[in-house]
């Protein structure tokens, strides 16, 4: 409803603007004022009377009618509107799942049939943000997405190396990422490449049930982490309506604390990113749906794309 409320907001400002910019215009070139009954009534007798009328007048009042609506159509179809995919969210819409006692975003829901891992005292003290507020979307199969060979290797360097470390000389973390990636795979998440977003291209980028999405990096200001977390959101939130995807992030060796109300958790070895994960792992999906779950893949994917090239 916001979103309805800011295209009526944003179009009457332009219609005003606009029916300003054509009264001036048409008062300092041709003496007629739009807002004068008297002056429209003049204008009338003089076409009756087969009176001679400039044609730039009248080229003027067509260019001003195809300004203000083609200024109100741009208005009103977002850039990223062409991103949609409706058949995603009318299978999402169709079977909506009720999801209740949601602690926090980094909490994932497991139903009660499922008996998580060993659940030692999770590691993050960093206190639980509020629920960002994102939009709903969801392959299978999520091994097929971990680098190998060369591109292995090179996930392998130290992260400031990767463009991932604050600005400035800083200490060198060496962790491997297909490490990160085989701690999520093994929790039951599929890992997506990782898009650049906000100036950094996090360490891990995965996907779970219920649309949730994790994103994590090393060695890095976790502001830097939430900036490119409100980036992704607000991509979600222009492309989608009625749905909630859920981003999760965390930094492992932080250099800087945690932004207030980010939704970022901190962890001081590899080591505690598993013990968190074992104790958070992501739930087992019906294959009903696993139908919606490929489509959110699909959409994580387009979306992924999309930042790359902007």
Known sequence: MKKQIDYILLGTLWLLAATLGISFWFNTQFGFNIFSG??????????????????????????????????????????????????????????????????????????????????????????????LNIARVGTPGATQNAPTGAAASAMTTPAPTMGMAPHGPVPQTTINFDDIKQIFESAGYTVKPSPRIAGIRPALFAIGADETLWMGSVGIEPGRLNAAMERLNSVFTDTLEDIVIRINGFVIDARGPVPDGANIHVFDSLDAVRTYMDAHRNRTMTDAERDDFGAYSEYIDTVSNYLNKV
Do not use: E, K
């Not at 179809?77 to 949601?102: A, E, S, T, V, Y």
């Open 38 to 131: 008297a002056h429209w009534q003049y204008l009338g007798q003089l076409q009756a009377s087969d009176t001679h009328v400039r044609p730039m007048f009248y080229i003027s009042m067509v260019l001003a009618v195809i300004v203000t609506i083609a200024g109100l159509y741009l208005l009103m179809q977002p850039r990223l509107r062409r991103m949609r995919m409706p058949g995603f969210i009318r299978r999402i819409g169709n079977r909506r799942r009720n999801i209740d006692n949601i602690d926090d975003a980094a909490q994932i829901v497991l139903p009660p049939a499922q008996t998580p891992a060993p659940t030692p005292t999770p590691i993050d003290n960093t206190p639980r943000p509020p629920r």
